[in-house]
C-alpha cells in the first residue's frame, strides 16, 4: 500500500511572505492524494445500510430503556458494543478483556451513577504512538415518566458508524492493509448530561494528548433536517469544526469526500456567529479544547430530535452508509499518510 502525501514546510506554515494565500491552499489542496483509492474504496463497501441497521434496531430498541448514563439500558449497550469488538478480534487498549474505561459517580452530578466510556483499539505498524480518535456517545435521555426515549438518531446511528468503521479497518488489516497510526474507537458516556464522558477521557486519557492526532466525532447523521427536507435534498452531511485548529483537516475531507462520496458539505453551523454553537455543543469540543483537530458530523435537528419518536424506522440507512463511508476514507487518510496531520491554520494575512 502506498499513499502520497507531499507537503513542504512552505505549504503548512506559510513562513515565506512572497506565497499568497490562495497559492498556499492550492499548493496544499494539490499535496493531498489518495494513491490507493480501490484498495480505499474496497473496505470501504464493506459498510453497508443493513448492517448499520442491525446496531440501529438494536442499540435503539426497547431492551436498552433509552441508554440513560449509569442505568441498565446504558450498561447493556455498553456490553453489547464490548462483545461486538470481541467477536471481531478488536483489541482493548486496556488489556485483556477490559473494554470499559471506568468512570467515578464522584464525577457526575450528585444524581448520577458510575459510569463507563468504551474503548477499542488497532495499532498502528508504523506510527504506533500516534492516535487517530474515532467517537461518538453511546448514550442518551432513558425512559422519564416511563415511557423511552430510542435515541435511534442521537446517537445510535453515530454508534453504529464507529462500529462499522472498525470493522472495516480490522478487515483491511487482516487482509495485510493495517493502518500505520493506531485507531482509538470510543464509545462516550454522559454527553446528554454536559459531555461528561470526553471530558473525563481528555483529563485521564489513555494515549497522551499531544499524540492524539485528529478526533472525527460523531453524534447524528441518520436523518434529514428540516432545511433539506424543505429543499427536497438528502444528499448531504453538516461539518462542524474541520478548519478550526487545521487547514489541512479541512482539505483532506474535501479530497475524501471528492474521490469517494460526492456529499454536499455544508459549513452552515462551522460559522462562529452561527446562535446554535453546535461546536460546543458534543463531544468533540473537549478534544478541540485541547488543541487536538477535530470534525464533527452531524445531520442537524429534526422534529423528532430529543424527543420519544426518534425511532430506527425513521433512519435514512443508504444515507447514513455514505456518510460513514466518508469518515472511513477520512480517518484512513489520517492514519496513513506518511506525515502526520499538523495543527496548523493558514492565515490570510
Known amino acids: 500500500m502506498k499513499l502520497i502525501f507531499i507537503t513542504s514546510v512552505l505549504t503548512l506554515v506559510g513562513s515565506c511572505a512572497n506565497i499568497s494565500y490562495s497559492e498556499k491552499i492550492d499548493n496544499l489542496k494539490k499535496s493531498i492524494v489518495f494513491d490507493d483509492a480501490e484498495i480505499i474504496e474496497k473496505y470501504s463497501n464493506t459498510i453497508t445500510a443493513d448492517q448499520l441497521k442491525n446496531h440501529v434496531y438494536t442499540l435503539a430498541s ?16 455498553s456490553k453489547f458494543v464490548k462483545d461486538f469488538y470481541v467477536s471481531h478480534n478488536i483489541s482493548s487498549p486496556l488489556g485483556s478483556d477490559n473494554y470499559y474505561q471506568r468512570i467515578p459517580k464522584s464525577y457526575f452530578s450528585e444524581t448520577s451513577v458510575a459510569s463507563q466510556n468504551v474503548v477499542a483499539y488497532i495499532e498502528g505498524s508504523e506510527y504506533p504512538n ?31 458508524a464507529v462500529l462499522e468503521i472498525a470493522n472495516a479497518f480490522i478487515r483491511a488489516k487482516q487482509s495485510g492493509y493495517g493502518p500505520k497510526r493506531s485507531i482509538l474507537f470510543l464509545h462516550l458516556t454522559a454527553e446528554e448530561s454536559g459531555l461528561f464522558g470526553s471530558r473525563y477521557y481528555v483529563n485521564h486519557p489513555i494515549y497522551a494528548l499531544e499524540n492524539t492526532v ?12 428540516r432545511n433539506y427536507q424543505e429543499q427536497q435534498n438528502q444528499n ?28 454536499t ?47 430506527p424506522d425513521k ?29 496548523v491554520k493558514l492565515k490570510k494575512h
Do not use: C
Request: no cysteine; proline share 2%; glycine share 6%.
Open 62 to 77: 426497547e431492551n436498552f430503556q433509552g441508554r440513560e448514563t449509569g442505568e441498565i439500558g446504558f450498561n447493556k449497550a
Open 130 to 160: 500516534e492516535i487517530i480518535i474515532i467517537s461518538a456517545h453511546l448514550d442518551h435521555l432513558g425512559y422519564p415518566d416511563g415511557v423511552i426515549y430510542h435515541g435511534a438518531d442521537d446517537n445510535s446511528s453515530g454508534t453504529a
Open 214 to 225: 485528529a478526533n472525527l466525532n460523531i453524534d447524528m447523521i441518520g436523518r434529514v433536517d
Open 236 to 263: 448531504y452531511i453538516y461539518l462542524i469544526g474541520s478548519d478550526r485548529l487545521s487547514t489541512e483537516l479541512h482539505y483532506i475531507s474535501e479530497a475524501a469526500n471528492e474521490q469517494f462520496t460526492n456529499l
Open 265 to 311: 458539505l455544508d459549513y452552515k453551523y462551522n460559522d462562529e456567529n452561527d446562535s446554535n454553537q453546535y461546536y460546543y455543543r458534543s463531544d468533540h469540543y473537549n478534544f478541540a479544547n485541547n488543541n487536538i483537530p477535530v470534525i464533527f458530523y452531524f445531520n442537524g435537528e429534526h422534529d423528532d430530535y430529543h424527543q420519544p419518536t426518534d425511532t
Open 315 to 343: 433512519i435514512n440507512y443508504p444515507l447514513l452508509q455514505k456518510r460513514t463511508q466518508l469518515i472511513f476514507s477520512t480517518a484512513w487518510y489520517l492514519a496513513n499518510s506518511n506525515k502526520r496531520l499538523k495543527a
